[in-house]
Each structure stands twice: as C-alpha cells, then as structure tokens.
C-alpha cells in the first residue's frame, strides 16, 4: 500500500473517528435535554403536590379543630371562634355551621338569609367529605370554591389556593389537581393564555398523596429545538466532544441517586440512629423512660429532617426496616440501661403497617429474646390513623398486651379517634399532641380542646403522656389536671445515647 494511499485512509479514519461520535453525541445531549426536562418536571410536580396537601391540610385542620369546640351553635363565642380560626388559617375564607340543610351561621355571623348546604360529593380517605366547584352568589366573588364538610360544619377554600404559588412561576408548564378518583380541582391553564393547548405528546408527570393526585405537562422538546437552541456551543465544540465522548457520556448518562434509593442505602449501612427525648413524671421531675426519635445524620454534617424521609419509608415500603433498626438501636443503646432498672422503659414509635398486620410482633420477639429486656420495658406508639383498620389494629394490640407491652396512641387530637372510637381498643397511654399544649394559657382557638382530650384520657383510665412542653408554666397546669408524664425542651431535646444516660443519672435520683 502506498504512502499517500496510508495517509488517505488515516485522514480518512480521523475524519470518521471525529464526526461518526458527533450524531450520538448530538443525539445524547438531546436525550439528555429531555431527561432534564423530565426531572424538572418532577420535582416540579412534588412542589406543586406538597403545596396542595398543605394547603388541604390548613383547611382540614381549621375544620377538625373547630369542630371539637364545645360552644353552643351560633352563640357569640361560636362565631368569634369561627372568624379567628378563618383568619389564622391560610387557605381558609370562611367557616359555616349548619344542622340541618342551611347554614345557620359563618364567620361573619348569623345569616339573615337562605343558604341551602350543598351535598357532599365525595367522601376522602380521611373521612373529610368535599363539595367542589362551589361558585356563592353571596360572596362578592364567582371564583370557584372547595367545600371540605365535618358533620354540621363547612370550610371554605378558593380552588385558586392550589396554584397561587406557581401559577406563573412556569408560563408553558400546564399543572393541573384532581382528587384520588380522577374528580378535577382546578387546572392553571384556566386563568392564563397557552402558546398551546395541552397534547398528548407532551412531557407530563403525574404524583399522588394520600388525598390528591398531580399532573404537570410541557411541550416535549423536539430534536430541531434542540440543536437551533445550542448550535452556538454545539458546532464550536463538536471537536473535543467527539474526543472526549467517553467521558462526556459518562457525564451525560451520570444520574442523580432517586430518595428511595438514598434511603435505602442509608438503611444498609445502618446510617439512621436513634436520639432519646427523655420522659419526666410530672408528680415527682424524675425522669422514667424516653421516646426514641429516628435521626438521619448526613456525611456533610447535615440531617435530613425525620419529617421527610419517614412520609418517603412509609410511602415506599421501607418503613418496616426504618423499625426495625430503631429496635436494634434501642437494645444496642440502651441495653445496659434497661436490664440495670426493670422500671425504665423506651417507647418506640410503630407505622400503620406495623399495627395492622401484626408485622412487629415475631420481630419484638426475635429482637428480646434473650436479651434481658422485660416486655413492658418497651412501650410502643402509633398515631391514630394506624387504627383505620380496627380489627387489625385490635388484634395486634391484643397479644402486644398479653405480652406486657404498653401501647399509646401518639399525637392524639390530630386525627379523627373519638371516645366511642378509642374505647373498644386495648391502649393503655394517651399523648396528646404539642398544638394543644402550646395553647395551654392562652387565647388560641385550641385552649378549650385540651381540657377535654385530658377528660377523655382519665374517662378512659388512661395514663396521658403531654408532648412538646416548653414552659413551667405548661407543666404546672398538666399536673393540676392530672396528667402522668411529660417530655418537651422545658426538660430536654432528644439526645444522642450517652448524653441520655447523663441525663438519666442526674434526674433519676
């Protein structure tokens, strides 16, 4: 073979090696482009989902806690409870109260005119039942509204609530809120002008909560979009591109770990350890126990917040080994502790899974055998939607007993469990959450409800435990009214293990 004929095919091979990557390449920064555009989207519709459960969970929450109000329907106190809790909440433009089939009265007062209730035409998973696309001729509004009903009582919630955060953060991106079953709530392509109207071919994402489900949609990007958007810095660099290509779709194909998978992996190395807030009998200040916290300690010295990670175990499957690990840390911790002291105890907080099924009750077995540990040296705790199901829950809390388990329901008077609810259930503890001990001693629309939840308690022979005390002027008041225990940073945050025990030689003497 000739020199110039060699030299031909090597130019010829360079040619080749250098543009035959730029098409992939081209194509991958497209793929690429697109990918982008799907988390964004993604992230996007987590935003636009967390803003509509909160703003659900404000009306919600204005609604159950004006229901446990004791006033007489429609009197002056009624009413100014109406008005406060509408202004304090804010997603809420109103409260109304009726009977039978008119609203009697709202948040401005009596009604001097007829207001027919509107039935309910969806029931929620919570028990919430909703009225939607109200439009009121009374309101000096047409804007539709939500209507979130409680036996006799209504609140009021703009549709609009659900997108004013975002709706002209993103201009071409198409949000839209609809209940778990497919009903619409309001769209944001309503109240503004598209360049184009939605398509099937769009880039979408669809997230769903316990209550409501979220599609965000954009206009997909198109591969000619893409190289007339980047020919700029595309053609210039197209040399090095195709050199480094090897690099560059490591780069490309590079993803960011899911949560799910964060979580995990945190789990297998046995990252998330157990802080200890310590419980104080509030006849005697002596400390008897604590509640074990799960904490999630990052590499960078940062720690994500229980309140994020524990919704996205439960959500995926992975809140059974988050207890799990609990119950080791627990025995692993505080081990020596309990076997010293037969009268201390750690309760440890169970999910709905746990209770329902019966799930934790060969994992306590396996887990105290042999251990030393006596039964009723672990309570546990579950909220009070872990009792939706309450011959499940029954059943479990049934042999949880027998065993000499102590079992609570957690930040009780923030779900739904009533006195005829909670009676047919074998618990042994009560704690009421920190929102009704905050409004101890002031005007907050609450202050009444805490007196009735510790009522409930002592009707049912209960022990009340009062979670997130911060003052001793809170804690004097809990022991006027009987109640057993008390944890909150009037005694102390949660601790890690060895300043627990610090705290627990120098308040148990």
């Given at each position: 073979m000739s020199r110039g004929l060699t030299w031909a095919l090597v130019v010829l091979a360079t040619v080749i090696g250098t543009m035959v990557p730029l098409a992939p390449t081209l194509y991958v920064s497209w793929r690429f482009a697109l990918s982008t555009q799907q988390e964004q989207l993604n992230a996007y519709a987590l935003r636009v989902l967390d803003h509509t459960?909160?703003?659900?969970?404000?009306?919600?929450?204005?609604?159950?806690?004006?229901?446990?109000?004791?006033?007489?329907?429609?009197?002056?106190?009624?009413?100014?409870?109406?008005?406060?809790?509408t202004e304090e909440a804010l997603s809420v433009v109103n409260i109304g109260y009726g009977a039978g089939d008119v609203v009697e009265c709202n948040s401005w007062g009596i009604l001097n005119y007829k207001l027919v209730r509107a039935p309910v035409q969806i029931e929620q998973p919570d028990g919430i039942g909703l009225i939607l696309n109200w439009r009121p001729t009374n309101f000096g509004t047409d804007r539709a509204i939500l209507i979130l009903r409680l036996r006799e009582y209504s609140v009021l919630v703009d549709q609009r609530q659900f997108f004013n955060e975002w709706e002209t953060s993103n201009p071409f991106t198409i949000s839209e809120v609809r209940t778990r079953g497919g009903r619409p709530i309001y769209a944001s392509y309503l109240d503004r002008d598209l360049p184009t109207p939605p398509d099937a071919?769009?880039?979408?994402?669809?997230?769903?909560?316990?209550?409501?489900?979220?599609?965000?949609?954009?206009?997909?990007?198109?591969?000619?979009?893409?190289?007339?958007?980047?020919?700029?810095?595309?053609?210039?660099?197209?040399?090095?591109?195709?050199?480094?290509?090897?690099?560059?779709?490591?780069?490309?194909?590079?993803?960011?770990?899911?949560?799910?998978?964060?979580?995990?992996?945190?789990?297998?190395?046995?990252?998330?350890?157990?802080?200890?807030?310590?419980?104080?009998?509030?006849?005697?200040?002596?400390c008897i126990g604590a509640e074990a916290l799960v904490r999630w300690p990052r590499a960078d010295g940062s720690q994500t917040p229980p309140d994020m990670f524990i919704p996205l175990a439960e959500e995926t499957g992975l809140i059974e080994r988050v207890t799990d690990q609990m119950l080791a840390a627990v025995i692993e911790d505080l081990g020596d502790l309990l076997r010293d002291d037969p009268h201390a105890h750690v309760s440890i907080n169970l999910s709905a899974v746990d209770i329902t099924t019966g799930r934790i009750l060969p994992v306590l077995e396996r887990v105290l055998d042999g251990s030393g540990i006596q039964p009723r040296q672990i309570w546990l705790e579950a909220t009070e939607r872990s009792f939706i199901d309450v011959d499940g829950a029954r059943a479990t809390l049934l042999e949880l007993r027998r065993r000499g388990h102590r079992t609570a329901i957690d930040d009780f008077g923030t779900g739904y469990s009533g006195l005829n609810y909670i009676q047919n259930l074998p618990i042994d503890l009560l704690k009421i959450d920190r929102s009704f001990i905050t409004a101890v001693n002031t005007e907050a629309p609450t202050r009444d409800v805490t007196p009735y939840i510790i009522a409930m308690g002592h009707e049912l022979k209960l022990q009340i435990i009062a979670e997130g005390v911060e003052t001793e002027n809170q804690a004097e008041y809990l022991r006027t009214q009987g109640v057993s225990f008390a944890q909150g940073w009037l005694y102390s945050k949660a601790l890690p293990a060895s300043a627990f025990l610090v705290f627990w030689t120098a308040r148990r003497r």
């Amino acid at each position: 073979m000739s020199r110039g004929l060699t030299w031909a095919l090597v130019v010829l091979a360079t040619v080749i090696g250098t543009m035959v990557p730029l098409a992939p390449t081209l194509y991958v920064s497209w793929r690429f482009a697109l990918s982008t555009q799907q988390e964004q989207l993604n992230a996007y519709a987590l935003r636009v989902l967390d803003h509509t459960d909160a703003v659900y969970a404000d009306a919600v929450s204005a609604l159950r806690t004006i229901a446990a109000m004791p006033f007489p329907p429609c009197s002056p106190q009624h009413i100014r409870a109406m008005l406060q809790i509408t202004e304090e909440a804010l997603s809420v433009v109103n409260i109304g109260y009726g009977a039978g089939d008119v609203v009697e009265c709202n948040s401005w007062g009596i009604l001097n005119y007829k207001l027919v209730r509107a039935p309910v035409q969806i029931e929620q998973p919570d028990g919430i039942g909703l009225i939607l696309n109200w439009r009121p001729t009374n309101f000096g509004t047409d804007r539709a509204i939500l209507i979130l009903r409680l036996r006799e009582y209504s609140v009021l919630v703009d549709q609009r609530q659900f997108f004013n955060e975002w709706e002209t953060s993103n201009p071409f991106t198409i949000s839209e809120v609809r209940t778990r079953g497919g009903r619409p709530i309001y769209a944001s392509y309503l109240d503004r002008d598209l360049p184009t109207p939605p398509d099937a071919s769009d880039a979408s994402v669809e997230k769903v909560s316990r209550n409501w489900a979220v599609t965000v949609r954009q206009p997909r990007i198109t591969f000619k979009e893409h190289l007339q958007a980047n020919r700029a810095v595309l053609l210039p660099l197209s040399a090095a591109i195709a050199l480094l290509s090897a690099a560059s779709g490591l780069l490309v194909l590079r993803r960011q770990s899911s949560p799910r998978t964060e979580l995990a992996k945190a789990l297998k190395k046995g990252e998330l350890v157990a802080h200890y807030q310590p419980i104080i009998e509030l006849a005697t200040g002596r400390c008897i126990g604590a509640e074990a916290l799960v904490r999630w300690p990052r590499a960078d010295g940062s720690q994500t917040p229980p309140d994020m990670f524990i919704p996205l175990a439960e959500e995926t499957g992975l809140i059974e080994r988050v207890t799990d690990q609990m119950l080791a840390a627990v025995i692993e911790d505080l081990g020596d502790l309990l076997r010293d002291d037969p009268h201390a105890h750690v309760s440890i907080n169970l999910s709905a899974v746990d209770i329902t099924t019966g799930r934790i009750l060969p994992v306590l077995e396996r887990v105290l055998d042999g251990s030393g540990i006596q039964p009723r040296q672990i309570w546990l705790e579950a909220t009070e939607r872990s009792f939706i199901d309450v011959d499940g829950a029954r059943a479990t809390l049934l042999e949880l007993r027998r065993r000499g388990h102590r079992t609570a329901i957690d930040d009780f008077g923030t779900g739904y469990s009533g006195l005829n609810y909670i009676q047919n259930l074998p618990i042994d503890l009560l704690k009421i959450d920190r929102s009704f001990i905050t409004a101890v001693n002031t005007e907050a629309p609450t202050r009444d409800v805490t007196p009735y939840i510790i009522a409930m308690g002592h009707e049912l022979k209960l022990q009340i435990i009062a979670e997130g005390v911060e003052t001793e002027n809170q804690a004097e008041y809990l022991r006027t009214q009987g109640v057993s225990f008390a944890q909150g940073w009037l005694y102390s945050k949660a601790l890690p293990a060895s300043a627990f025990l610090v705290f627990w030689t120098a308040r148990r003497r």
